[in-house]
């Protein structure tokens, strides 16, 4: 198996996220509650959505992986998890400041989109320590989608326990821009989403490029040197091999 | 019992290794420490998954159909299997409960017997010596009337009485196969119709009939001579 | 059914005899409420303090368990000589769900009275409290099992199954919470939100065991 780094995908990103932008700051009105704050919405929230989906994809492809013992499913799934980490940490930052900015403060905890958001990202984190704790790379793989399917499984069923949670509690005091967004900011979110998707395929198509290069350069260095040569790169990341048979 | 093939090849631990064994023979393993003997086992056992290479044991293949071969294996490694905590007449029971054994209390009593066991079995495992243990693992690898035994050195840790009684009930019988990896060259190659030796490196470097390689030979092989 | 049977059996003949699980458990919450008596200086709990302090103290004993639960399968051959017989991995991870439903279930009927006489003024709400914690138990169990076996097969074993376990069991906590905080009223349990709550527990519960029955085979492959 080998992964070429995408050409189309980079520009399509690109001109997405740019016109996306591009609409956000000159054609979108302002916010009639929050003014231009707001505007972080078309950036954070699209980011998390990515995030949360990107999760549910490596799910899919750890049962791909489960069913067809295929390691190239886990490196995909491990791709996915992997990004889709990074995507969390920009969503927590974006969302801090947002809330920051409109609220008050960098942290509401009852405010249950970011406190699921908080917990699921929080249970991802604990996928490298778990690949880590298992030396045997067959088995880590197995047992990494083992992981990636319950998570999966987790994370709309949190979504749904802390948002139960909290409305009990507190009724929605930040009564943001849901029931209809009005349809130009429906549009612009629309096209910064589909920038957003097209920014985390681009950019599991390099990492899954980077990571089939660098595994062939180390098949090839040992070609040329031997058995001996130490293989290079993490422990912890899967490894694209060549299909056997 | 159907003709067996086991065809195998590994990179790392094992590799190129292939060989046949029919019904009712057995085939010696020797190689030097590190040579993959165990591991081969416990492919052979369906406990480890091959990593390239056709493997057939009992007529089914391996991994994919593994399940039709469980429960036909005899399998005595390096470690008893055995629960710690409960007798030896318990963990016996256990283990005929998974493998559906009809008539276990029979069975139990008749292994035990023979084991010289008998006065032993309410004893928890744990007090057991390591001797006595080998004989409780030997009984429970036996249990289930396999069709195929896989033994790793049996006779660790048996004084000499004890030898003879497990080399009777592990011994040669009709429609039984074995595979018994050892070190000890002589009494294994005449205990053996063929024999398999692996180098250090994990691959073959003798596979054929026992009668044919010399002890001198083997020695030889395991000190990595040939 | 049989393979299943006799691993459970065996589970619970053992713990009988080496009493390693459920004692454990009693006598970390005790200790738990103890030190909660102190730190919280108060003479009685109520609502969601109440609720809070029984399902972390559950919570952590569980974790005790969970720890446990499949130790001796991997430092006695257990996975091995099950793996050896012609058993369905699903036996296993069934009976070990069983198993720790049980311990559970077993040191919630030492916890909670200790727990009702050390914080609350009314006992009226607890018929309902134990159905609550029996559906959070099945939760536990579920997802207990699958992260036990994980962790069990990794190098840091004792730092791998709390580590996964507590953000996984979230939902559980807050479905719990949830249901107990208005039972544990100062004034007599209410019931309300009570069957919003139940129907999470059972939903989580219910997904769970349909994901560990469906991904426990991989997890016992070599």
Redesign the interface.
Known sequence: MSFRAPRILPVLAVVFLTVGFGLVFFWTPNDADQGFIQKIFYLHVPIATCALIGFIVAAVQAILHLRSGDPKWDVRAYVSIHISVIFGVAALVTGAIWAKASWGAWWVWDEPTLVSFLIVFLLYCTYYPLRYAIEDRERQARYASVFAVMAGAFVPLNFIAVRLAETLIHPRVFATSEGGLPPKMLFTFLVCFAGMALLWQTLCSFELAAKSSRAKLSRLRRALEGDDVAVAGSRIAPVPTEARG | MRDLRRDYNERAVLRGVTFELDPGRTLVVIGPNGAGKSTLLRILATLLRPSGGEVEVLGAELPARAWAARGRIGYLGHEPLLYRELTVRENLEFNARLHGVDDAERRMSELLDRAGLARRATEPVRNLSAGMLQRAAICRTLLHGPELLLLDEPRTHLDLGATAVVDELLGPAEGRARVIVTHDLEGGLADADSALALRAAGDVAYVGAASVLSPGDARAILEGRL | M??F???LA?DL??EL??LESVPAMALFSATTFVLFRFGLDRDSLEGSLAAGVLLATVLFAAILAINRVFV?ERE???F????????DATSLYLAKVCVLMLYLAAFELIAVPVFAIFFLDTAGGLPALAGVLLLADLGLAA?GA?VSS?AV????RD??AP??LL??L??VM??AA?AAEPLLLADGPSYE?FG??IA?LA??DV??CL?GY??YD??L??
């Open positions: 049989s393979p049977r006799a691993i065996k003949r053992t005899r080496t001796t006695q051959g257990g091995d000589a099950i793996r050896l017989a012609p058993v997802i699958l994980i097969n990794s190098r840091a730092l791998i580590l996964l953000p996984l979230v939902p807050i479905g949830g939100g919003k709550w999470v939903l989580y997904v769970f994901v469906a991904v991989f997890l492959e070599d």
